[in-house]
């Protein structure tokens, strides 16, 4: 059973910077495709980016390309999310998730594990 924690949420001004992390326990991400979603009050999950096992492939979102940066450290069986020039329509829940293979899964329902959630609001 993967078991995702995320953390690195908070409360942060329009136009500033948040970095997530999502740190793995009892099972190793490094064969495994990882993803961030979100969702924000009201609204259903979308999705945010993914990264390829390896790392060297990524995907986004149109909302969020050119902001967010997603990279993972396989040594440290953690995926980071970077967040940069932060907007008020970013506030939600954010989510890792996998689904537990290899490949690129592009799609909130596509994965199959989920960490809690870490929380991040950004004020205009």
């Known amino acids: 059973q993967v078991q995702l924690v995320e953390s690195g949420g908070g409360l942060v001004q329009a136009g500033g910077s948040l970095r997530l992390s999502c740190a793995a326990s009892?099972?190793?991400?490094?064969?495994?495709?990882m993803g961030w979603v979100r969702q924000a009050p009201g609204k259903e999950r979308e999705f945010v980016a993914a990264?390829?096992?390896?790392?060297?492939?990524?995907y986004y979102a149109d909302s969020v390309k050119g902001r967010f940066t997603i990279s993972r450290d396989n040594a440290k069986n953690t995926v980071y999310l970077q967040m940069n020039k932060l907007k008020p329509e970013d506030t939600a829940d954010y989510y890792c998730?996998?689904?537990?293979?290899?490949?690129?899964?592009?799609?909130?329902?596509?994965?199959?594990?989920w960490g809690q959630g870490t929380q991040v609001t950004v004020s205009s």
């Open positions: 009892g099972h190793t991400l490094s064969n495994y495709g």
């Open positions: 998730a996998t689904k537990g293979r290899v490949g690129l899964v592009t799609s909130s329902s596509g994965y199959s594990y």
């Open positions: 990264i390829t096992w390896s790392g060297d492939g990524t």
